[in-house]
């Protein structure tokens, strides 16, 4: 039970920390061991709204406090492209962050940039593992801003293991299928300030 307990745990804080990534064969934030076949050219795009009205908590009359509204608004777009069946490319532009900073739009935004090797097969096709790269270029004027995913301004690049199980290896994604991912990543932040506290 502890074991299982300590793998759900590795897995829940492994895709809260993860960064974004929209392209190839993936959800959100957790990535399959499957690339695409060789020549197959995918394109997403996505946007996202998340609004939060801010109220003040405690007792008392509280001259100074004013109420804010912050929300989080992104918008991206992912190309990816296989140059075999083991290996896939993504690039990703992040096309608009409102950042609640004088440059409210930064644009350009960070471009997220993935490789993936994998569609190794193994116990009858029903595991495939899979390597994967990315890199996030600091290309957007303003970094870590309120409610979006942690950026130190610095390139920024990780590495992670991908274990795909489907159940069914003819039709996988037909019938139930998990995905783990184990990963490291480099916010490569020494020396940056990364609270603007003045």
Same mark, same amino acid.
Request: net charge negative; aromatic share 16%.
């Given at each position: 039970?502890k ?11 492994a ?28 394109l ?8 939060? =009205?801010?109220?003040?908590? $405690? /007792?008392? %009359?509280?001259?100074?406090?004013? +109420?804010?509204? *912050? ?14 069946d ?28 993935a ?6 097969a ?10 994967i ?14 409610? =979006?995913e942690?950026?130190? $301004? /610095?390139? %920024?690049?990780?590495?992670?293991? +991908?274990?795909? *199980?489907?159940?069914d ?30």
């Amino acid at each position: 039970m502890k074991k299982l307990s300590l793998i759900l745990l590795v897995v829940l804080v492994a895709s809260a920390i993860s960064q974004p990534r929209f392209g190839g064969r993936s959800l959100i934030h957790t990535q399959s061991a499957r690339t695409f076949e060789k020549g197959h050219l995918e394109l997403k795009t996505n946007m996202n709204f998340f609004t939060r =009205a801010t109220e003040f908590v $405690g /007792s008392g %009359e509280q001259p100074n406090f004013q +109420a804010n509204n *912050y929300w989080l608004v992104a918008g991206n777009f992912a190309l990816t492209y296989a140059f075999t069946d083991h290996v896939d490319f993504t690039i990703m532009p992040r096309l608009y962050q409102d950042t609640h900073y004088a440059n409210e739009y930064n644009v350009p935004g960070d471009i997220f940039l993935a490789a993936k090797i994998g569609t190794f097969a193994f116990a009858n096709r029903k595991l495939y593992g899979g390597l994967i790269s990315n890199i996030r270029l600091a290309t957007g004027e303003q970094h870590n801003y309120p409610f =979006a995913e942690y950026a130190s $301004g /610095s390139t %920024e690049y990780g590495f992670m293991g +991908a274990l795909s *199980y489907y159940m069914d290896p003819y039709l996988p994604e037909r019938a139930f299928n998990a995905h783990l991912n184990v990963g490291w990543w480099n916010h490569n932040e020494a020396g940056n300030m990364v609270y603007d506290v003045g």
